[in-house]
């Protein structure tokens, strides 16, 4: 495996690269994170939703997500949570701030689209009448939830998670097989969605997700509840801005800048040669 100062060397050339993408490149890669982490929300909704212990249900939930994050780190995808790293190679004068804040924006814009269509297909596709719409109840009480968090609250869980999520993306750059990387970003994921912790882009499908199910009355009928705080204000005002905000102080601060002080700040940015720091026979 890679040591941690070789993850960090290793990861100046792949922050610089990710700003150097086309808009469209950033866009459609972001459909597709978007997509991943939304499904993974799917199963994690649905997979747990006629459990009655509650930790346990939640414990379900959590080993079902981290599929999210595999597919965006393997299948090839941007997603912005993770992408909060690039401020590495910003600080090695590799990237400008101007490059890392566009990539952002239109893997975010991306990650958005990804996410709200997958909530929009499984709503309307009847996936969660699942369960006798017990899956429907429990997609709406989870937005529900997410909008009901103080603005306080909703940051600091935002900065729990995605100091998990870089730390989760960390590990993987460690691990030089597929197995390696998988088995490296699942406890630090499952961690952050045992815990409650609140991540933007996952939120972009729960919330849309919970929105269009409480459209349905048959699925209102099953949550039993009221829903009236669910509004799309809610959801940006209420719950994105300040886990978006969290999000970036996480990662970008706690994860990328920390790693930055403790590995490269001496200027240690050149790897050492051949894989894990051996040197390549002639």
């Given amino acids: 495996m890679n040591s941690p100062k070789e993850v960090a060397q290793n990861y100046i050339a792949t922050g610089t690269a990710k700003t150097k993408y086309p808009i469209s490149k950033m866009l459609l890669l972001g459909v597709l994170a978007g997509m991943f982490i939304a499904l ?119 900065i729990l998670c995605n100091f998990l999520v870089c730390v989760a993306v960390w590990m993987t750059f460690a691990a030089k097989d597929v197995a390696g990387k998988v088995a490296g970003l699942f406890f630090p994921i499952m961690l952050f969605v045992v815990c409650g912790f609140e991540h933007s882009i996952a939120n972009m499908f729960y919330i849309p997700a919970g929105l269009f199910a409480s459209g349905n009355t048959a699925y209102m009928a099953a949550y039993g509840g009221s829903a009236s705080a ?22 970008m601060v706690l994860v990328g800048m920390g790693y930055w002080y403790i590995y490269l700040h001496d200027g240690g940015k050149k790897a050492p040669s051949g894989a894990g720091g051996k040197k390549k026979k002639k």
């Fill in 40 to 158: 993974a929300g799917v199963g994690a909704t649905i997979a747990p939703a006629t459990m009655l212990t509650a930790s346990a249900a939640k414990l379900v939930g959590a080993a079902v997500f981290p599929a999210g994050l595999a597919m965006v780190l393997l299948a090839g995808s941007e997603l912005f949570t993770g992408n909060c790293l690039i401020i590495i190679s910003v600080l090695e004068k590799e990237a400008k701030v101007a490059a890392m804040l566009k990539n952002w924006l239109f893997v975010y814009i991306g990650n958005f689209i990804g996410s709200i269509l997958v909530a929009a297909l499984t709503v309307y596709s009847g996936t969660f009448s699942l369960f006798g719409d017990a899956a429907a109840a429990s997609i709406i009480k989870t937005a529900v939830a997410k909008v009901s968090l103080s603005f306080p609250d909703a940051l600091l869980r935002g």
């Fill in 230 to 251: 669910l509004t799309w204000g809610a959801m940006f005002v209420k719950n994105l801005i300040p886990v978006t905000l969290g999000n970036i102080i996480g990662g």
